[in-house]
């Protein structure tokens, strides 16, 4: 953790920022490095290697830049990934057949249906058909409603929120008993990320597009999540002075100057908040890299609950 902290501030110091940077693609290769160890040791004791398998259906190039990534960060820590393609006519029914196969199928730890799906495709019946013991995307309603309970835990947590936690606890922030503000509601990461909050004893409020005086309640928080979709929607003037901010927005604005024609920003502007705030994640290089991380991480954990492997 000193480490981490020690390296956040340098580069924070370099960047002429008062707020220490939380390093997520640090972090992420951190545990990644732990996986491969700990996949390498399973392997060794019981011949048995998590398997992932990764359900695409079309061929939106991002989805596939999504698919790509998450298999190519499998190999590297030794988790043996599956992948079916499917042509964006493809009928519900085909997505379920293989679902079922591949809940059935010993070597699959993890199944993850990369979302979105086509317009034709009902996603509630599609994830619910996931088994909940292999829902590594933690998105089955069961897994949600575990996680909304005291005194129950999900089998998985959702990877997004997951890794907001996770960058929060290996910087040291202290979460119990402090005030925290997630901007945005979304099933995938304002919700559970709420709810995470919450598990480690913080007092949190939920901000979204009906809130009044966002502003006002976004800066009484000691921790904020942003998770909204809105290019630097979250102003210096938002943010409490020392407070920590993981921004969780990816979105490209128009930049002239760039090779792209575009550069990627968060919901949080950078600038300004990173000159108020205590500790900032950057974009990208922040929360992104951490989401894959957790998506590793909790295959590690079905495989182990799976065959019994403390």
């Known amino acids: 953790m000193a480490s981490l902290s020690a390296a956040a501030a340098s580069s924070a110091d370099s960047a002429d920022a008062c707020a220490k940077v939380i390093d997520g693609k640090l972090v992420a290769k951190q545990i990644r490095e732990e996986i491969a160890i700990e996949i390498a040791k399973m392997k060794d004791a019981i011949g048995v290697v998590p398997g992932l398998a990764v359900i695409l259906v079309g061929s939106r190039k991002d989805s596939q830049t999504y698919v790509r990534n998450k298999k190519k960060a499998c190999e590297a820590v030794g988790i043996k990934s599956y992948e079916v393609n499917l ?17 059935g199928d010993p070597s699959v730890h993890g199944i993850l249906v990369q979302l979105p799906l086509p317009h034709h495709m009902n996603d509630e019946n599609i994830l619910n058909a996931v088994s909940i013991e292999k829902d590594v995307d933690g998105f089955h309603p069961l897994n949600i409603g575990r996680l909304a309970m005291q005194g129950r835990d999900p089998f998985f947590v ?17 979460i119990k008993g402090k005030r925290a503000v997630v901007i945005g509601r979304s099933n995938i990461v304002g919700m559970p990320a709420a709810l995470l909050l919450q598990k480690a004893n913080a007092t949190v409020s939920i901000v979204h597009s009906k809130t009044k005086n ?21 102003r210096g003037s938002w943010i409490k002075p020392g407070a920590s901010i993981i921004d969780v927005g990816i979105n490209p604005v ?6 792209r024609g575009y550069r990627l920003v968060g919901d949080v502007c950078y600038e300004e908040a990173s000159k108020v705030a205590g500790a900032i994640t950057p974009v990208p290089g922040g929360v992104g890299p951490m989401t894959i991380a957790m998506l590793l991480s909790n295959t590690l954990e079905s495989a182990k609950r799976i065959h019994n492997f403390k």
């Not at 006519?89 to 196969?101: F, G, N, P, Q, R």
């Not at 976004?218 to 979709?229: C, E, L, M, S, W």
């Not at 128009?254 to 090779?259: A, K, L, Q, T």
């Open 87 to 103: 042509p964006e006519d493809t009928s519900e029914d085909e997505v379920l057949k293989h679902i079922a196969t591949f809940n």
């Open 158 to 174: 959702p990877c997004t929120p997951k890794g907001c936690m996770e960058l929060l606890h290996r910087y040291g922030v202290e």
């Open 214 to 234: 966002p502003e006002e309640i976004t800066r009484q928080a000691d921790i904020v999540i942003a998770a909204v979709g809105v290019a630097n929607l979250v």
């Open 254 to 259: 128009d930049d002239p100057e760039s090779p």
